[in-house]
């Protein structure tokens, strides 16, 4: 493995930043683990087993279903686009996997049917208090941004009652994988959507405002393609995984952090793919389910800095490094 914790006197110094973009599911808010309950309910229903994180791992943010209740006509409609198979990508490497005698839209629906336990989101350890110091406390003033691979109304749905999350973002500077503007645009790892959240940021900055540049930008993001996504939108990022999602990918925490074990998954790239499915040590990684570890119960010390230096792993949003990214945050 060549990622390593770095020593704080080997730590490079940061380039201010000036804006961040966050990720939502598994990110910001518990999301995640509701939708692996949904599916998991799902296949029980047919008596697939619990889902593997080998394969979630590969489905995070890569365009999930069409997921409210006019999902049908949404889907169709969407077909007019080219990047309507990305809308499903996610989707249908579950279908694949769980082999399921259900049509895309038979899925959608089961889905969509279950919006409703999302109302039970929570905010993940630590995000209250980084939006409100980064919304807030900031000086000079950091721009935020929200940019995720659902759906605005199922965010609305997940946030309503999460009012440290809602009130960091304005509305004007949240992209969203339905979103009219992304109809056009490859969803992640493709950079689309973090371009398309940095453009928005920029055309709400003030008169005297210089343009924000990627470089001056960081992303937070739990997934692999979302990692791959901002380090292909030339910008820094923060990567948060889930305890699980990390034995997945243990000893390929390199790639993940450089950005590059997405394009070895679909390629051919045969030792990235045994490595995704089994782990370093060759054993098979745990299902999704209710007895899965928290957040809390990460062994790895961190933090896990890129060999480049342009991305870090975090084992949590709690006690977040400000200085190290040159934010000033008042008390």
């Known amino acids: 493995m060549t990622t390593s914790s770095v020593p704080s006197a080997a730590r490079r110094e940061p380039t201010p930043v ?46 999930r279903q069409v997921d409210h209740p006019e999902s049908t006509s949404v ?28 049509s895309l839209e038979d899925w959608t629906a089961k889905v969509a049917a279950r919006r409703e336990l999302f109302r039970k989101s929570e905010a993940l350890p630590g995000v209250t208090e980084l939006l409100t110091n980064l919304s807030q406390r900031t000086s000079p003033p950091v721009h935020l941004a929200v940019a995720s691979s659902a759906s605005k109304s199922l965010f609305e749905v997940k946030t309503s009652h999460l009012s440290g999350i809602t009130r960091a973002f304005p509305e004007a500077c949240r992209v969203f994988g339905h979103d009219a503007a992304m109809a056009n645009r490859a969803s992640k790892p493709a950079p689309d959507i973090f371009l398309l959240g940095l453009d928005r940021i920029n055309k709400n900055l003030g008169e005297s405002e210089a343009e924000i540049t990627p470089g001056e930008c960081l992303v937070f993001e739990d997934s692999i393609s979302g990692v791959e996504a901002g380090r292909r939108a030339g910008m820094r990022v923060i990567w948060v995984p889930h305890p699980q999602l990390l034995e997945v990918c243990r000893g390929m925490e390199e790639r993940v952090l450089a950005g590059t074990t997405e394009q070895g998954v679909d390629d051919d790239d045969d030792k990235a793919k045994s490595a995704l499915n089994e782990g370093s040590t060759g054993e098979r990684m745990p299902e999704c389910g209710p007895n899965h570890r928290s957040r809390t119960d990460f062994s790895e010390s961190g933090p896990w800095m890129s060999q480049d230096g342009g991305a870090e792993m975090i084992k949590s949003l709690q006690d977040f490094p400000y200085s190290r990214y040159g934010f000033g945050v008042s008390s």
């Open 75 to 102: 889907l169709r409609a969407s077909i007019r686009f080219r990047s309507a198979h990305l809308v499903v990508q996610g989707t249908l490497r579950l279908l694949e996997w769980a082999q399921l005698p259900l």
């Open 18 to 63: 000036r804006a961040c973009i966050f990720d939502v599911d598994g990110l910001l808010i518990n999301s995640e683990d509701i939708y692996t309950e949904v599916y998991n309910n799902i296949f029980h229903e047919h008596g697939v087993p619990n889902l593997p994180w080998t394969v979630k791992a590969k489905q995070q943010s890569r365009g």
